[in-house]
């Protein structure tokens, strides 16, 4: 009783004395405010991101233009452009490129694949994994959303790979497909060509019979039951790249990401 009339004392407004069953409210009151009310907390400061800047180096107008409208909406700083593509490329964190700009940007030597996303509309997996090996870091598709495009820049500039889901996925795809060697790649880019065994013989300086070896191993990796089957298949699973040209990528030395076996 001595504490509750010394908190009365203390809890005096203007001098004025407080009846005890006021001071048993105010008690009440005070462990509710403790031990029942959720507590409330102030959300911590956002983190200001860091300002990025990006070049784009699209050959489609509309594309660029299209990017810069959206880039500059969510606050990146465009790299302005000059005759220079490469020394525009050295003032930006970020280049996105069509497929052939950002090739002949890695093919320069002056150009840092991890600093370049590619934006296309190429899908095939021959086209995926040449980008890859020749160092891209980033590659999208035409069509995908803004998060995505954003999300994409951030993770290049962090120094993370950033590829978009279709593209993911047919490399995913492309890891459980049957493998082909350089020479059945040639024999398969011959048959697109419409050429008969004879002339794929010719052609590659091969016995005929052993075209046919090649072709008979061809279909049935790909599971077709016909020279034109195949074709299909191979358009459909990206071992084709978009000018149908295996030949070129089959004959280079050194291991290939575009999942052929060596021989």
């Known amino acids: 009783m001595a504490t509750l009339r010394a908190l009365r004392t203390r809890l005096d407004c203007r001098h004025a004395a407080i009846p005890l069953c006021n001071v048993f409210a105010l008690r009440s009151l005070f462990y509710c405010s403790r031990h029942l009310l959720p507590e409330t907390t102030v959300p911590p400061a956002t983190r200001e991101l860091p300002s990025i800047r990006v070049l784009i180096c699209h050959s489609d107008p509309l594309i660029a233009a299209g990017v810069a409208a959206t880039l500059q909406e969510k606050h990146f700083q465009l790299v302005s452009q000059t005759s220079d593509t490469i020394g525009r490329f050295c003032s930006a964190d970020v280049a996105i490129a069509d497929y052939d700009s950002g090739m002949r940007l890695l093919g320069s030597g002056e150009v840092p694949g991890e600093r370049i996303i590619i934006l296309t509309h190429r899908y095939s997996r021959t086209s995926i994994c040449d980008a890859l090996e ?29 590829l978009g889901p279709q593209v993911a996925a047919r490399i995913a795809e492309s890891l459980v497909l049957p493998l082909l060697t350089p020479r059945e790649s040639e024999v398969l880019h011959q048959i697109i060509l419409g050429l008969s065994n004879k002339r794929i013989a010719l052609e590659l300086s091969l016995s005929e019979g052993t075209v046919k070896a090649h072709v008979k191993s061809i279909l049935a990796k790909l599971g077709a039951i016909s020279r034109t089957h195949a074709v299909t298949l191979a358009r459909r699973y990206g071992i084709l790249s978009e000018e149908g040209d295996l ?10 990401l575009h999942f052929c076996a060596e021989t």
């Open 247 to 256: 030949s070129a990528r089959s004959a280079q030395p050194g291991p290939r």
């Open 134 to 162: 020749q160092g891209v870091w980033g590659y999208l598709l035409l069509g995908c959303s803004v998060e995505e495009l954003v999300q994409s820049i951030r993770s290049v500039h962090g120094g993370t790979r950033a």
